[in-house]
C-alpha cells in the first residue's frame, strides 16, 4: 500500500509527466483518493486543459428507437420493454424514413439507431415485424435502416449490443461509428441476486471480444461503464484499464462514458442507492 506522502507526489506526478502507471498503481490511487479526492481531482483538471482543453463539443443527432425488446432482462433496465406495453417502440421503414426527414429538417447530423439485444431470438412478435419488413434478423434490419438514413443525410451511429462480426462488417458500409457498452468487466456482477445475471450478452468477456473486433475492423467505438451498480473498487479500475488497453491496441475507442446509476421504479434495483455523487467524480477524474 502507498504511504499518503507517496500518493500526495510520485505516482500523480509521475501522470503529469506523461509516464505509464499500472493498474495496481490506479488502484492505490483510487483507493486513496476516498479520503485525499481533491488532490486527485486537481491532477485530472491538469491533465484536461494539457491535453483537451475546455471546449465542450457535440453532434446533433436524432433517437431512433428501432425496437425496443430485448432477450436480456438486466436490473436496472427502463429502456426494455414487454410485448402490450405502451413504450413498446418497433418501426417500420416508413417510420424510419419519416424521422430521418424530420432530423435532418432540424439540422441534426447523426441518427442514433438503437435496438434491444436480438429480441428476435426471444420474441415471435419481433421475428414477425422483421419478416414483415423482408428480414430474418435485427443486424440485416439496421443495416437497411443505415442506408435509409444515411441516403437522407444524417450520419448512422448504431448501438445494438453484441452484434457478429459479420454483422459489423456490413454496417462498417454506412456507419460512422458505433457503440457498445463494456458496462464493467467484472464476471461477479453475472452472479445470481446481482445486475447482469439474466443478461447473457452483458457477460464481459464477450463484449471485450466484440469491442476488439470492432478494432480489428477499424471501426471507431462509443464505449463506457456503469457506475454504482454494485461494482467495488478494484473492478471499477479494471474496466478502465481493460477500455484503456483496447484503445492501446486499436486506437479505436472515440469516447468512454461514464454513467452514473439513478434507482428507477418498476425495476429490480429500485431500493438500490444511487451511485455517490463524490464516488463518481472520482471515477470521472480516474477516468
Given at each position: 500500500?502507498?504511504?499518503?506522502?507517496?500518493?500526495?507526489?510520485?505516482t500523480?506526478?509521475?501522470?503529469?509527466?506523461?509516464?505509464?502507471i499500472?493498474?495496481?498503481d490506479?488502484?492505490?490511487?483510487f483507493l486513496?483518493?476516498?479520503s485525499?479526492?481533491e488532490?486527485?481531482?486537481?491532477?485530472?483538471?491538469?491533465?484536461?486543459d494539457?491535453n483537451?482543453?475546455?471546449?465542450?463539443?457535440f453532434?446533433k443527432?436524432?433517437f431512433?428507437?428501432?425496437?425496443?425488446?430485448?432477450?436480456?432482462?438486466?436490473?436496472?433496465?427502463?429502456?426494455?420493454?414487454?410485448i402490450?406495453?405502451?413504450?413498446?417502440?418497433?418501426?417500420?421503414?416508413d417510420?424510419?424514413?419519416?424521422?430521418a426527414?424530420?432530423?435532418k429538417?432540424?439540422?441534426?447530423?447523426?441518427?442514433?439507431l438503437?435496438?434491444?439485444?436480438?429480441?428476435?431470438q426471444?420474441?415471435d412478435?419481433?421475428?414477425k415485424?422483421?419478416?414483415?419488413?423482408?428480414f430474418?434478423?435485427?443486424?440485416e434490419?439496421l443495416a437497411h435502416?443505415s442506408e435509409?438514413v444515411?441516403k437522407?443525410?444524417?450520419?448512422p451511429?448504431t448501438?445494438?449490443g453484441?452484434?457478429?462480426?459479420?454483422?459489423m462488417?456490413?454496417?462498417k458500409k454506412?456507419?460512422?461509428?458505433?457503440?457498445?457498452m463494456?458496462?464493467?468487466?467484472?464476471?461477479?456482477?453475472?452472479e445470481?441476486?446481482?445486475?447482469?445475471?439474466e443478461?447473457p450478452?452483458?457477460?464481459?468477456?464477450?463484449?471485450?471480444?466484440?469491442?476488439?473486433n470492432?478494432g480489428q475492423?477499424?471501426?471507431p467505438m462509443?464505449?463506457?461503464?456503469?457506475?454504482?451498480i454494485?461494482?467495488?473498487d478494484f473492478?471499477?479500475?479494471?474496466?478502465?484499464?481493460t477500455i484503456?488497453?483496447i484503445?492501446?491496441?486499436f486506437?479505436?475507442i472515440?469516447?468512454?462514458?461514464?454513467?452514473?446509476?439513478?434507482p428507477?421504479?418498476d425495476t429490480?434495483?429500485?431500493?438500490?442507492?444511487s451511485?455517490?455523487?463524490?464516488?463518481?467524480?472520482?471515477?470521472?477524474a480516474?477516468?
Amino acid at each position: 500500500m502507498l504511504s499518503k506522502l507517496e500518493f500526495d507526489f510520485e505516482t500523480l506526478n509521475r501522470i503529469l509527466d506523461g509516464r505509464e502507471i499500472t493498474k495496481q498503481d490506479a488502484y492505490e490511487i483510487f483507493l486513496h483518493s476516498e479520503s485525499y479526492s481533491e488532490k486527485l481531482f486537481k491532477t485530472a483538471s491538469t491533465l484536461r486543459d494539457q491535453n483537451k482543453g475546455r471546449t465542450v463539443t457535440f453532434s446533433k443527432k436524432a433517437f431512433f428507437n428501432i425496437v425496443n425488446l430485448c432477450r436480456d432482462t438486466c436490473s436496472y433496465c427502463t429502456y426494455k420493454a414487454e410485448i402490450g406495453e405502451s413504450k413498446l417502440s418497433m418501426m417500420n421503414l416508413d417510420d424510419v424514413k419519416k424521422l430521418a426527414k424530420l432530423a435532418k429538417k432540424f439540422k441534426c447530423v447523426e441518427a442514433l439507431l438503437v435496438t434491444g439485444e436480438s429480441p428476435e431470438q426471444k420474441y415471435d412478435e419481433a421475428a414477425k415485424w422483421l419478416r414483415k419488413n423482408g428480414f430474418s434478423t435485427t443486424g440485416e434490419y439496421l443495416a437497411h435502416c443505415s442506408e435509409l438514413v444515411l441516403k437522407e443525410g444524417l450520419f448512422p451511429h448504431t448501438n445494438a449490443g453484441n452484434l457478429n462480426r459479420a454483422e459489423m462488417n456490413e454496417l462498417k458500409k454506412t456507419n460512422v461509428s458505433m457503440g457498445l457498452m463494456l458496462e464493467n468487466s467484472s464476471q461477479r456482477l453475472s452472479e445470481e441476486g446481482l445486475p447482469h445475471h439474466e443478461a447473457p450478452s452483458k457477460d464481459p468477456k464477450a463484449r471485450i471480444q466484440i469491442l476488439k473486433n470492432a478494432g480489428q475492423l477499424k471501426i471507431p467505438m462509443t464505449t463506457g461503464i456503469l457506475v454504482g451498480i454494485g461494482e467495488n473498487d478494484f473492478e471499477i479500475i479494471d474496466s478502465l484499464f481493460t477500455i484503456k488497453m483496447i484503445q492501446k491496441q486499436f486506437g479505436n475507442i472515440q469516447e468512454v462514458i461514464l454513467q452514473n446509476f439513478e434507482p428507477k421504479p418498476d425495476t429490480r434495483m429500485k431500493s438500490h442507492p444511487s451511485a455517490p455523487q463524490q464516488y463518481f467524480k472520482r471515477v470521472v477524474a480516474m477516468t
